[in-house]
């Protein structure tokens, strides 16, 4: 049996090691990851965007995003999904990322 919420957490804290490569902050913190549903058998489903739909490395963050993950002993397989609806805007940064960037 899975503890989902554990592997959640560590999904999560796997994705904090993956950054954004043009504003140079984590794609957790950014607020680009908007579901992680895991299943009994291991198999983990992402649903992210990005800052820009015309994002030249959109290939390179989800790449490294299924390596990160895959990493995680628990998880069996990884599917990335990029979706552009809600469009991502700095309102879904958390309140450390907005701070290091200076958005008020």
């Known amino acids: ?3 989902k919420e554990k592997m959640r957490e560590k ?3 796997s994705l904090k090691g993956v ?4 504003i140079g902050l984590d794609i957790v913190n950014l607020g680009l990851i908007y579901d992680i ?3 009994e058998d291991g198999k983990v489903d992402i649903k992210m965007t990005l800052t820009t739909p015309g994002c030249p490395l959109a290939g390179s963050v ?3 995003v299924k390596a990160v993950v895959s990493a995680i002993d628990e998880v069996k397989d990884v599917n990335v999904e990029l979706v552009w609806d ?3 805007n700095p309102s879904m940064m ?3 990322a907005k701070q290091i960037l200076g958005i008020e």
Do not use: K, Q, R, V
Not at 19 to 22: A, K, L, M, Q, S
């Open 19 to 22: 950054y954004d490569p043009e």
């Open 86 to 88: 809600p469009p991502w």
């Open 37 to 39: 549903d895991i299943s």
């Open 94 to 96: 958390s309140e450390e």
């Open 62 to 64: 989800e790449e490294a």
């Open 11 to 13: 999904i999560i804290e």
């Open 1 to 3: 049996m899975i503890d």
